[in-house]
């Protein structure tokens, strides 16, 4: 993933310092994937009910989207990352839901789980804070991994 996308960082920051970053992407076809709308209504209505109830946001810098806090816990919090005021969510995509918490230096950390449909897959996979902004190209990277295993 890291030689085929630069920017992906091969290491990430962790509890006690930088370890390797991991990379597992569930490839959901069949039934999963056919529940993709199913999913993405019940995570619209829980993120447009957390909107109604005037829930925080705070922009978040690493991906230039929203997050609207789900809950904050003091040593961490959730949220979904959303688009900015005026602009569309993509319609093939879960708003990511992220969760923070502390490092050994009381520093934030965080990591969004991600759920891509395409051509029929649901892709599902999380990026730690310093990779977020891969999702696409990470889909990008399996999809065509992929459409080569199965040609051999």
């Known amino acids: 993933m890291a030689s085929s996308n630069p920017g992906y960082g091969r290491t990430v920051r962790g509890y006690r310092g ?6 597992i992407v569930h490839i959901l076809g069949g039934k999963e994937a056919r529940e993709f709308p199913e999913d993405f209504a019940e995570v619209s209505r829980t993120v447009q009910k957390l909107s109604r109830s ?7 810098a ?7 806090i789900d809950m904050d816990m003091g040593r961490g919090s959730s949220w979904y990352l959303i ?5 569309t969510a993509a319609a093939d995509r879960l708003p990511p839901a992220c969760k923070s918490s502390k490092d050994s230096e009381d520093r934030d950390l965080y990591d969004c789980q991600f759920t891509i449909q395409r051509n029929g897959r649901s892709f ?3 990026l730690n804070e310093e ?3 891969l999702a696409d190209q990470t889909v990008d990277f ?3 991994r992929l459409a ?5």
């Open 83 to 87: 688009p900015p005021a005026g602009q």
């Open 62 to 68: 690493k991906t230039g989207m929203t997050r609207i």
């Open 148 to 152: 080569e295993w199965q040609r051999k």
């Open 142 to 144: 399996v999809a065509k």
């Open 54 to 60: 005037r829930a925080a946001t705070a922009p978040d």
């Open 18 to 23: 930088q370890v390797d970053a991991d990379l």
């Open 124 to 126: 599902v996979f999380s």
């Open 131 to 133: 990779n977020v902004r």
